[in-house]
Structure formats: structure tokens, C-alpha cells
């Protein structure tokens, strides 16, 4: 029979069951920024406007990072997580998976720059910000939750 949902989510401290839950959060909420920049775009007729200055603009610094930070925790708990006795897929799995990533929409790359590539840190008004480039794809796949994490580094 297989484990609960509950039994699962008990094999590991309740200290990393909450920061993964609010990782999971930190993604959704990610999410519902661009969708809302999508909206505002739709709504002045400025398609990757707004959704390009959540990405690469100084205002979406702080969003990048709490993105970035939700991936780190990810990438952690896959590397470290079994030597502490947790199974990560597990532990994902009784979360209904971590989140898919909204990607990035088609009207976005139309107004990107060189400097805007994911290999360079971007700095802009006195703010370092870097995207994902590490490979780690934790909460980064549109293929769906349960999804192997085998991008993290050991």
C-alpha cells in the first residue's frame, strides 16, 4: 500500500516541509505577477511591456530574487535532502508538485537587449540581479509537477 500523503510529508523536519511549502508559494505567486503584466499589456495594447520589465527591468528585482531563492531551496533540498533521510519526489508529490515556472511570452523577446541574456548579471540602478543559467530547472519545467529535478548539481 502506499505511504499517506501525511506519512510522507513526516519523514523530514517540519522546518523544510515549511520553507518548501512556501517556496511552492513564492512560485505561484511569481506566476500571478506576469499574468497580471500580461493583463495590464492586453490592456494598453503594449504587448512584453510590462511583463519585460518584471524579467529584466529594476522593478522586478525583488521578485526575481524571491523567485531565485524558492529555486535555491529546491536545489538543496534534491541535493541534501536524501542524506537527511527525505525523498524530494516524494515530498513533491504529496504537494501535488512544485509549480511550473510561467514562461517567458512570445512579445518579451522582442524587446530584450544583449545585456538581457541569462548568462550576464544585469545591473541596473545599483541592483545586481542574475537569472537562472546553473541549469537547475526546480520549479522551472512546464512539463508539470512530478517531474525529475535532475538539472540541480550535485
Known amino acids: 500500500m502506499a505511504e499517506s500523503n501525511d506519512a510522507i510529508l513526516a519523514q523530514g523536519p ?12 513564492d512560485i505561484t505567486v511569481s506566476n500571478g505577477h506576469v499574468h497580471t503584466r500580461r493583463l495590464m499589456e492586453a490592456k494598453a495594447g503594449q504587448p512584453g511591456r510590462f511583463e519585460y520589465d518584471l524579467r529584466y527591468g529594476p522593478e522586478g528585482a525583488a521578485a526575481r530574487a524571491t523567485l531565485r531563492q524558492a529555486q535555491d531551496l529546491m536545489c538543496l533540498v534534491e541535493r541534501h535532502g536524501p542524506a537527511q533521510g527525505i525523498d524530494p519526489q516524494a515530498v513533491y508529490a504529496a504537494r501535488n508538485g512544485p509549480p511550473a515556472i510561467e514562461p517567458e511570452g512570445a512579445a518579451v523577446g522582442e524587446r530584450k537587449r544583449p545585456d538581457d541574456d541569462e548568462m550576464v548579471s544585469v545591473r541596473r540602478m545599483g541592483v545586481t540581479t542574475r537569472t537562472r543559467d546553473d541549469g537547475c530547472r526546480a520549479g522551472g519545467s512546464t512539463r508539470g509537477a512530478g517531474h525529475a529535478q535532475e538539472g540541480c548539481d550535485p
Do not use: P, S, V
Open 14 to 25: 517540519k522546518q523544510i516541509q515549511t520553507r518548501l511549502a512556501w517556496a511552492f508559494l
